[in-house]
């Protein structure tokens, strides 16, 4: 499975941006997928997650209530709507899937082998 992170940009603080996954070699019908992202100097954390049927979504406390993670029209993207931006959030967010992972480790980035390559999201104050 190949994963295509993208919809990165440069927004002023409040703006919106939605970040795009698209996998090639498998669908995400057979996946979950998990967003992540690493400021610099920082390790990588945990954004939010979707279960495989989309059951169960997990959001970190940071963007509760402010980021979406859905699956698109298609099989093939899952989706990251961020509103109100913080400059808090910049950093280079990635996506990853992985098969077979409980809901209690949709958080743990070291559950999930499949990872996008990034995309860099900049928030100005």
């Known amino acids: 499975v190949q994963l295509q992170a993208s919809g990165g940009g440069l927004v002023q603080a409040g703006d919106s941006l939605r970040l795009s996954c698209a996998t090639s070699?498998?669908?995400?019908?057979?996946?979950?997928v998990g967003w992540f992202r690493q400021a610099p100097g920082k390790e990588r954390e945990f954004v939010a997650a979707?279960?495989?049927?989309?059951?169960?979504?997990y959001y970190a406390d940071s963007v509760k209530g402010r980021f979406t993670i859905s699956r698109g029209n298609g099989p093939n993207t899952v989706y990251l709507q961020m509103n109100s931006l913080e400059p808090e959030d910049t950093a280079v967010y990635y996506c990853?899937?992985?098969?077979?992972?409980?809901?209690?480790?949709?958080?743990?980035?070291?559950?999930?082998?499949?990872w996008g390559q990034g995309t860099q999201v900049t928030v100005s104050s």
């Open positions: 979707r279960s495989r049927n989309g059951g169960f979504t």
């Open positions: 990853a899937a992985g098969q077979g992972i409980i809901t209690s480790s949709l958080r743990s980035p070291e559950r999930y082998p499949y």
């Open positions: 070699g498998g669908t995400f019908s057979n996946y979950a």
